[in-house]
């Protein structure tokens, strides 16, 4: 059995080179060669019975904006018609950018009476296509919403506008030693509005819970401009309906979230990464086990890498792991307010470990650019498969005892297909499975015909959910019935139409076209 390398032994090999690289870079270029048209790659999707963007509706908002807040350059407006991973492709004309929360009232107001559709855009590093638009909806950009309003020390809470860059509010609040309940891949691009419409899940989800438990109140923007202000910041509240659930994780289809108030968790004075090799399944759901005993309220992160996922980031992202050859990686962070009191639980976790051969090699380290490094490992996973060309993605909640059986079962069943790669990693803490097929070329056919039938049959089968985290956005749309009850998705359709009876927020999202 091989020794763990201690704190300081730890050797970062290929990983230095690449410490300052962001995890994300929206500004990505496809290796696909062009873009095709949403439209075209679903021709069922029809457009609805939405007015035409006319000079009259560009003049309005030009006289309420600015013109420099109103894009309409064809290459200025065409970063935000295309998603992350370049498979949905809208062909909008215009991009508002509005600054404040009555500037969105106006233009909310306009586009009911005129029945303009509208995609609302945070980062657009959403993965299921609900961030642009699918036909030619004004997108509305986000991103100059983006000022902090307070931070309160002592309560732990956090007010701002909906198009702070997660990252940035996490930055801010180190400051006052609080941090972001949330923390995702996408951190340097996404934002707070965004992470609330998708109900992102993350990293750390396993400690600190979902947004729906987080979120202490939002200031919305309905469908007919009404600003509806429950900008609550008291972490108890039990008068009547809870309604800033109904924006969370509704993916702009509900109302615009303008502003969100946040609890945020005191920033730990200890964390302590460690980075594991292990031989099989088994063990991997042993270590979790183990982890959860005797890590537990230190316990911040457990996250899955498989060695497909592994090799993608060091063939493609040139960044080298100081452990290999490994089946299944299994990365636990610990979080805390003493070092010697955390590290004393890892090193009795670690032995309790090794001693009963279930992990068989590995790293620890509590510095801070040393635990960054390995993080990009499995951060950094997403935007090393895009390199294959195309991806699909699901990403699912499982039974953990379930947690990786489809991956197997996929790369059987696609053995002579165009797919080149399947993996499975993710949140494995929370029974968060993300199965991604890498193939060179986009294939509809292998996407409707093998994949999809397959994938979500198999999850419901096992009573699984279709998006842990993702949400259904555009993509998902048809498959919301393997997850929610007939029941279930009428009142959701109801509420839609109660909130938005023009159907102008965000149309063929969310919910089944049918
Ligand atoms: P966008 O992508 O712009 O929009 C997402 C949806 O929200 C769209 O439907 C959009 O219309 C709507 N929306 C955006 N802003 C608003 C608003 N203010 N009001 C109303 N509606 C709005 N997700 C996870 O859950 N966990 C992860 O660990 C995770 N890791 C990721 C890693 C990478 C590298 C990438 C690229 C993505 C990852 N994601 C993850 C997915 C994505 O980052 C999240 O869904 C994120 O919350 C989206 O935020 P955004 O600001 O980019 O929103
Ligand atoms: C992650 O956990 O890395 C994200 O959710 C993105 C992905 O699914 O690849
Ligand atoms: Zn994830």
Redesign the pocket.
């Known amino acids: 059995m091989k020794k763990i390398l201690s704190v300081t032994q730890f050797l970062l090999n290929g990983l230095r080179k690449h410490e300052n690289i962001r995890c994300l870079h929206t500004g990505y270029i496809s290796h696909q060669k062009q873009f095709v048209l949403t439209k075209d790659r679903y021709p069922h999707i029809k457009r609805g019975n939405y007015t035409e963007l006319n000079d009259n509706h560009v003049k309005f908002f030009k006289d309420l904006l600015g013109s420099d807040r109103v894009l309409t350059d064809p290459n200025d407006v065409q970063p935000y018609n295309t998603d992350w991973i370049k498979m949905v492709c809208g062909y909008s004309r215009i991009v508002l950018k509005p600054k404040t929360t009555e500037e969105i009232s106006n233009i909310l107001k306009f586009c009911n009476k005129e029945k303009l559709a509208v995609c609302p855009q945070g980062g657009n590093t959403g993965?299921v296509g609900g961030s642009v638009p699918v036909f030619d909806e004004i997108v509305l950009s986000m991103s100059l919403m983006n000022k902090i309003i307070n931070i309160n020390e002592l309560s732990g809470t956090l007010v701002c506008e909906a198009g702070c860059v997660l990252e940035t509010l996490d930055q801010e609040l180190e400051k006052h030693n609080l941090m972001m309940p949330l923390d995702?891949?996408?951190k340097g691009s996404c934002q707070i509005g965004g992470n609330i419409s998708t109900n992102?899940?993350?990293?750390r989800f396993l400690r600190y819970g979902s947004l729906q438990g987080n979120v202490l109140g939002v200031e919305v923007v309905l469908a007919n401009g009404e600003v509806l202000d429950c900008l609550n910041v008291l972490k108890k509240d039990n008068t009547g309906f809870h309604l800033r659930h109904l924006f969370i994780g509704s993916e702009g289809t509900l109302g615009i979230v303008t502003k969100a108030a946040l609890q945020c968790p005191p920033r730990p004075k200890s964390i302590i990464l460690a980075f594991l090799g292990v031989e099989d399944f088994e063990s991997v759901l042993s270590t979790l086990k183990l982890a959860k005993e005797q890590l537990s309220e230190t316990l911040s992160s457990c996250?899955l890498i498989d060695a497909p996922s592994l090799d993608a980031v060091n063939k493609y992202l040139g960044i080298k792991s100081p452990i290999d050859e490994f089946p299944f990686y299994v990365l636990i962070e610990t979080s805390g307010s003493d070092v010697n009191h955390d590290e004393e639980k890892l090193n009795v976790f670690l032995d309790k470990a090794m001693t009963r051969g279930i992990v068989i090699d590995g790293i620890v380290t509590n510095e801070p650019s040393k635990m960054q490094n390995i993080w990009q490992l499995?951060?950094?996973?997403?935007e090393a498969?895009l390199h294959t060309g195309a991806?699909y993605?699901y990403?699912v909640s499982l039974p953990v005892q379930h947690f990786y059986e489809i991956v197997p079962l996929l790369q059987n069943e696609l053995k002579d297909t165009s797919a080149t790669v399947v993996t499975g990693?993710?949140?494995i803490g929370d029974g968060?499975l993300?199965v991604?097929i890498a193939a060179e070329e986009y294939d509809q056919d292998l996407v409707n015909n093998v994949i999809e039938p397959f994938v979500f049959k198999w999850v419901s089968e096992k009573k699984g959910s279709i998006s842990a985290?993702?949400g259904i956005g555009l993509k998902k749309t048809e498959f919301l019935h393997y997850s929610k009850t007939p029941e279930a998705i009428s009142l959701m359709k109801k509420l839609k139409n109660l909130f938005d009876p023009s159907g102008i927020l965000n149309p063929y999202k969310v919910l089944p076209l049918h």
């Open positions: 993965l995702l891949g996408a992102a899940g993350g990293l996250e499995r951060e950094r996973i997403a498969l991806v993605k990403d990693y993710g949140h968060n993300h991604n985290e993702h």
